[in-house]
């Protein structure tokens, strides 16, 4: 099966790093936690993969403070082919954020696990919408 992913990367212009068998391993195991969510997603089931694996652990939402600026969320439109995940917070949590791009445009899409909803800010110039997820992971937004 590695064989498989390798291609897989490759396929999409990514390759994996040299550094033995220790970098193979966290790939690996990536790997295994992206295929155990799909079959969950398939089945129904919403599971919580990453407290598996602690290597994978990423910033987290701070909690809102005073004062915090209500975002609109809007339900995701058809925005382009591709859209790209930049940045993204730790997927331990309910709800993960994702700062995204999208012809020549930025956004942040939240996702919640529980409710099993996604919903989007506005597009916006690629550097608002950075700034805009820096605010959400210190907790001055949401």
């Known amino acids: 099966m590695t064989a498989e992913i390798h291609a897989v990367l490759e396929k999409y ?7 033995g068998d220790h970098i193979r391993e966290l790939v690996m195991a990536r790997v295994d936690i992206a295929l155990k969510s799909l079959v969950e997603t398939f089945e129904g089931r919403f599971g919580d993969m990453a407290r598996e694996i602690p290597d994978f652990h990423g910033p987290h939402v701070a909690p809102p403070q005073p004062g915090h600026l209500i975002l609109a969320w809007h339900q995701p439109g058809r925005r382009a082919l591709r859209i790209r995940v930049v940045s993204w917070t730790c997927e331990c949590r309910p709800t993960t954020c994702e700062l995204c791009g999208a012809a020549g445009q930025g956004f942040v899409r939240r996702n919640d696990r529980e409710k099993r909803t996604v919903h989007e800010t506005s597009g916006t110039l690629t550097a608002v919408a950075r700034h805009t997820f820096e605010k959400i992971l210190r907790g001055e937004a949401g």
């Not at 212009?13 to 550094?19: A, E, F, M």
């Open 13 to 19: 212009g990514y390759r994996l790093p040299s550094g």
